[in-house]
T-cell receptor
Framework: KNEVEQSPQNLTAQEGEFITINCSYS?????LHWLQQHPGGGIVSLFM???GKKKHGRLIATINIQEKHSSLHITASHPRDSAVYIC??????????????FGTGTLLAVQP | GAGVSQSPSNKVTEKGKDVELRCDPI?????LYWYRQRLGQGLEFLIY????????KSGLPSDRFSAERTGESVSTLTIQRTQQEDSAVYLC?????????????FGDGTRLSIL
């Protein structure tokens, strides 16, 4: 079982739809990251959170530490949101937290 | 530059050759990470540098892989005697300091193809 699991693996939506991508993890973490990877490989950090909720434009990320679960929401989706969305966690290593452990990603296609 | 810079952007080489990949982190970032993404797979951690501390090499897949970083500047990832399974995109990231509560800034990667 992977330490970080995402669902769904693939998601197709119509423009304007509300989208949710889920991430569950099984290890102690210091932070959870949501990343966006466009075709061609460039990765952009969307959010880093350790509690509660963060919002940036049409994107919202939430985390429930007790349940070890996070969600990424996209409101009013647009074709330019089409990308791979990756959940990653920074693990606790006796206080020295560094490397990211990644989920396998969710491929999102938003159709006009 | 403003972002993490990696070179070359693409590298094609024959099996058995050595390759060297370069990463220029964002100026002032003390932490530097190397990751690998094989086709159709998720990202894998390779190695982490934080300032002058000993690097965390726990993700390097074999002794053919090594990396160096001088101070808080450029890092090179070297793969010796390349094999076809080394074909992947190699991504570098940096953060202002180490620790899990720092966002990581990624370069565009080096796409390595082993013939």
């Amino acid at each position: 079982k992977n330490e970080v699991e995402q669902s769904p693996q693939n998601l197709t939506a119509q423009e304007g739809e509300f989208i949710t991508i889920n991430c569950s993890y099984s290890v102690g973490i210091s932070a959870l990251h949501w990343l966006q990877q466009h075709p061609g490989g460039g990765i952009v950090s969307l959010f880093m959170l350790s509690s509660g909720k963060k919002k940036h434009g049409r994107l919202i990320a939430t985390i429930n530490i007790q349940e070890k679960h996070s969600s990424l929401h996209i409101t009013a989706s647009h074709p330019r949101d089409s990308a791979v969305y990756i959940c990653a966690v920074s693990m606790n290593y006796g206080g020295a937290t560094n490397k990211l452990i990644f989920g396998t990603g969710t491929l999102l296609a938003v159709q006009p | 530059g403003a972002g993490v810079s990696q070179s070359p952007s693409n590298k094609v080489t024959e099996k058995g050759k050595d390759v060297e990949l370069r990463c220029d982190p964002i100026s002032g970032h003390t932490a530097l990470y190397w990751y690998r993404q094989r086709l159709g797979q998720g990202l894998e951690f390779l190695i982490y540098f934080q300032g002058n501390s000993a690097p965390d090499k726990s993700g390097l897949p074999s002794d053919r892989f090594s990396a160096e970083r001088t101070g808080e500047s450029v890092s090179t990832l070297t793969i010796q005697r390349t094999q076809q399974e080394d074909s992947a995109v190699y991504l570098c990231a940096s953060s202002y300091r180490g620790g899990g509560n720092q966002p990581q800034h990624f370069g565009d990667g080096t796409r390595l193809s082993i013939l």
